[in-house]
């Protein structure tokens, strides 16, 4: 849709033509790493396993585990 090479008209100028944010041009999603997607998945796990624990009671097993998580992390995984 954008042609980058394009010397007559700019990325800017291009953008509003087609109707799009110029700095979403620019955005490149980042991938998870394997230990967020795995501490993630434990998470899951611990909350099925236990739905009436809370943050705090997840992160308290989870550090007990090993890994090393603060509470606001493990309330935005559950």
């Known amino acids: 849709m954008v042609d980058w090479n394009d010397a007559e008209i700019s990325i800017s100028e291009q953008a509003k033509l087609i109707g799009i944010n110029r700095s ?26 236990f739905p009436f624990f809370d943050s705090r009671s997840i992160t308290q097993l989870l550090n007990q585990e090993g890994v090393k998580i603060n509470r ?3 309330a935005s995984y559950a």
Not at 24 to 49: F, G, N, W
């Open 24 to 49: 979403s041009l620019y955005y490149k999603p980042v991938l998870p790493s394997a230990e967020e997607v795995a501490v993630k998945h434990r998470t899951d796990e611990i909350h099925t396993q």
């Open 72 to 74: 606001k992390s493990t």
